[in-house]
Nanobody, 125 residues
Framework: VQLQASGGGSVQAGGSLRLTCAAS????????MGWFRQAPGKEREFVSV????????FYADSVKGRFAISRDSDKNTIYLQMNSLKPEDTAVYYC???????????????????WGQGTLVTVSS
């Protein structure tokens, strides 16, 4: 499966952006889909994940209450709505796919088999 992330840009603190992850090559309905980010000079970190059915979601504490992950199976697309953005949200954001083997959702990047190319989000104060 190929993943294409888009929707990044530059916003001021308090603003909003919606990231999109478009999948092709295979339906992503059998994959848990996650968002990760990597800030300059820092390790990649987990942001959010949604189950293959869309019925379960999980968020990093740093974004809980501000970000919302969703998926549209008909469009083979995953979204990350980001509100109340902070300068510390500045990073390259990546979407990733983890085949649903019937195990729990994962925050570990090593569990994800496919990755998109990343989209840059810059939040200024």
């Amino acid at each position: 499966v190929q993943l294409q992330a888009s929707g990044g840009g530059s916003v001021q603190a308090g603003g909003s952006l919606r990231l999109t992850c478009a999948a092709s090559g295979r339906t992503v309905s059998i994959y848990h889909m996650g968002w990760f980010r990597q800030a300059p000079g820092k390790e990649r970190e987990f942001v959010s994940v949604i189950s293959s059915s869309g019925g379960r979601t999980f968020y990093a504490d740093s974004v809980k209450g501000r970000f919302a992950i969703s998926r549209d199976s008909d469009k083979n697309t995953i979204y990350l709505q980001m509100n109340s953005l902070k300068p510390e949200d500045t990073a390259v954001y990546y979407c990733a796919a983890d085949l649903d083997y019937g195990v729990s959702l994962s925050v570990r990047g090593s569990r994800y088999e496919f990755w998109g190319q990343g989209t840059l989000v810059t939040v200024s104060s």
